[in-house]
């Protein structure tokens, strides 16, 4: 890089350094470290909590689909858009889990449940997140050796784990001087300065390449395995349409339950705020998704176009050294900085270390605290003091840190990132997601019930993770071809499992749903109070129990498509209506294209034609212009309201009387 480069990338990181030691003061108790006092404001959760979900792992994850799959999968991904801005829109599992006033998703366990069962999902939660976690420290320290250029190693020291210790140390550093506080502080800053940048830098690229230089590297593809077209990318082997619905299922139920992030679940100032802040997250994703998707553009044009023939020799020359899944990692970030100018190219290297820090310290942060807040405490049986708490919790943080370390060092990846996230997440996910929806939503739903969901997922997953591994499968086709010795799929999967991760993910999630059902059903002698849970009706507190005067009766259509309820002001209305008329015009898009490639398909007689790949190219720009054009105007409203909302919350915690509520519950509740 240059020197106008390391200027643009020191800069916001020396801003975020002096915020950093300015904010420690307001660490006064357990609940500002866990949860931030409760002070957030909806766009400071949406903007903190954003950049620290997106995190330089899934722009690598993003990167590398688009370079094997380009745009045609993200078509059928529009269904997944939909259904994540119905459940925002409705508070589906934040609201309620909001209402239950805990600070962590173990500990509504404990209150929904027993304590026995908290431990375990304290447990499961733990070690999914940090096997999750094992690999980020390696692919983040192997995108900037292969963004800045840096040689693999100095002196005969392998330079990517001197990175890992910088990289890691520096979250680690923030994370336990001040917990969540510092998190959200440090997360919004980042995301202040990422909004521009990640406009500047996607605009970029739109004027270094040419449309047809574009159009030419996508449209290259052959038949079958189209990058444009949804309709002919069928042969494409593991990000197809498949892949796409499944992710659908899983993700709807497990929604809320993947705790990377469970600081900001427990953050917010109340359950509306909560909900608005999930409410924004549509806009505030705006400039993210167009700079993440301008970048993978531009970087699989430079990789591929016959006009950058040379320095995609270069390029191939430095990889040759790397294994086949490290250097698929690294050549989109390679591509990135052969074409990026000077200037531009340091705002990059800016947003990606963002998106890298702040992945590492909320995740330090979350599975720190579950390992304490879930596990240790819990077991221990009483509670501690206020200090040994908060020692304790720093001394899981360091631990955190030092494992994803360790792990990145000693584990050798061998498969796609995105197909290594699902594996894990699933193993706590499956059991997860009935536990937390039913026991939100279902009086009916049993502590046995629970036990019994999260036995078949755990154990369905933990089944699917052996087959995956090339040595379970073969002990496995073993024994099975010694029952079906005639049979011709076990026959010719020799090397493999027949069935991806994504369709174990289904058989884990839906079996372990039926069971909860099916088990509670059995078992339920008298139903669960909810109201005492929630905090309602008699139970509820007149601190946080907002009642709007006369209010009227808002339709079921206005609660589920538009979110609206009786706290709904009339700016809420708005942002609310705002998003769901965006996504509503994308899907009547979606739905009208998709029909209409189907009857062309299907009754060629009728006289439609079906879109060539020029014309999926073509709307497929439109698409991407619409969002450049629109992320410049959704970055200055997402920076208003975060600065807005960043001064709120340091004059909340200069005023606020702590509580004592560290997370523990006295004694378990009965299922009554």
Request: aromatic share 14%; net charge positive; glycine share 8%.
């Amino acid at each position: 890089m240059q020197p106008i480069d390391w200027f643009l990338f020191s800069i916001p990181i020396a801003v975020i350094a002096v915020f950093c030691f300015h904010s420690q003061k307001y660490i006064r108790s357990v609940a500002d470290f866990l949860a931030a006092g409760r002070t957030g404001g909806r766009y400071l959760l949406s903007s903190a909590n954003g950049m620290a979900g997106m995190g330089l792992i899934t722009l690598a994850v993003a990167m590398q689909n688009f370079r094997h799959a380009g745009w045609a999968v993200s078509w059928w991904g529009q269904v997944i858009t939909l259904a994540m801005t119905i459940l925002s829109l409705s508070g589906f599992v934040y609201y309620r889990y909001r209402q239950t006033k805990v600070l962590t998703l173990a500990q509504f366990f404990e209150i929904r449940y027993c304590r026995a069962f908290r431990v375990v999902m304290g447990i499961l939660c733990w070690l999914a997140g940090i096997i999750n976690f094992g690999i980020f420290p390696a692919v983040g320290a192997h995108f900037f050796i292969a963004f800045l250029g840096l040689p693999r190693e100095i002196g005969g020291i392998p330079l990517y784990p001197v990175l890992m210790v910088l990289f890691l140390g520096s979250a680690a550093v923030i994370t336990m001087s001040g917990g969540q506080v510092q998190n959200m502080i440090t997360d919004m800053i980042q995301s202040l300065f990422g909004y521009f940048m990640c406009v500047v830098v996607g605009i970029s690229v739109v004027c270094i390449f040419s449309m047809e230089q574009f159009r030419e590297a996508m449209l290259a593809q052959p038949p079958g395995q189209s990058y444009v077209n949804p309709f002919d990318s069928f042969e494409v082997s593991d990000f197809n349409i498949w892949f796409i619905l499944i992710n659908l299922i899983v993700m709807v139920y497990g929604y809320g339950s993947w705790q990377g992030n469970q600081g900001y679940s427990a953050s917010a100032l109340n359950p509306h705020e909560a909900k608005m802040g999930n409410i924004l997250s549509t806009w505030r994703m705006l400039s993210i998704t167009m700079f993440s998707a301008m970048i993978s553009l531009g970087a699989y044009t430079f990789l591929t176009h016959p006009a950058f023939a040379s320095e995609q020799l270069a390029i191939s020359g430095e990889l040759a050294s790397y294994s086949a899944q490290n250097a698929d990692q690294m050549a989109m970030p390679m591509a990135t900085s052969s074409f990026l100018p000077a200037g531009i190219k340091g705002l990059f290297a800016a947003v990606a270390f963002f998106f890298m820090l702040s992945t590492d310290t909320t995740y330090l942060h979350s599975w720190g605290s579950i390992f304490i807040q879930d596990i240790v405490l819990p077991l221990y049986g009483r509670p501690v003091s206020a200090r040994l708490h908060l020692l304790l919790l720093r001394l899981a943080i360091l631990g955190v840190a030092v494992f994803g370390f360790v792990f990145s060092l000693c584990y050798r990846q061998n498969e796609y990132i995105n197909m290594f996230q699902m594996i894990t997440g699933t193993f706590f996910s499956a059991g997860a997601g009935c536990a937390i929806i039913g026991g939100l939503y279902w009086k009916r739903g049993t502590r046995a019930g629970a036990w019994s969901g999260v036995a078949a997922g755990a154990f369905l997953s933990l089944a699917g993770i052996v087959l995956m591994d090339a040595r379970g499968w073969h002990a496995a086709r073993q024994f099975l071809l010694g029952i079906f010795p005639n049979s011709t799929v076990l026959q010719e999967a020799a090397d493999k499992c027949p069935v991806n991760g994504a369709w174990l993910s289904l058989v884990a999630v839906l079996c372990a749903g039926s069971v909860y059902v099916l088990v509670s059903l059995l078992t339920c002698r008298k139903p669960f109070n909810m109201d005492r849970m929630l905090h309602r009706g008699r139970y509820a507190e007149a601190d946080t129990a907002l009642r709007v005067e006369n209010a009227r009766k808002i339709g079921w259509c206005k609660r589920l498509f538009l979110g609206f309820d009786e706290e709904f002001t009339l700016r809420d209305k708005i942002v609310s209506v705002s998003v769901f008329s965006w996504t509503a015009f994308w899907t009547v898009c979606f739905v009208v294209i998709t029909l209409y490639n189907i009857i062309a398909f299907a009754l060629p007689a009728a006289g439609f034609k079906p879109w060539d790949d020029g014309m999926w190219f073509n709307w497929m720009m439109f698409y991407l212009m619409v969002h450049v054009v629109l992320a410049p105007v959704t970055a200055v409203w997402m920076t208003w309201g975060g600065i807005r909302d960043l001064r709120e919350m340091y004059r909340r915690l200069s005023a606020l009387t702590r509580s004592q509520d560290d997370g523990y519950v006295p004694e378990p509740r009965k299922d009554d």
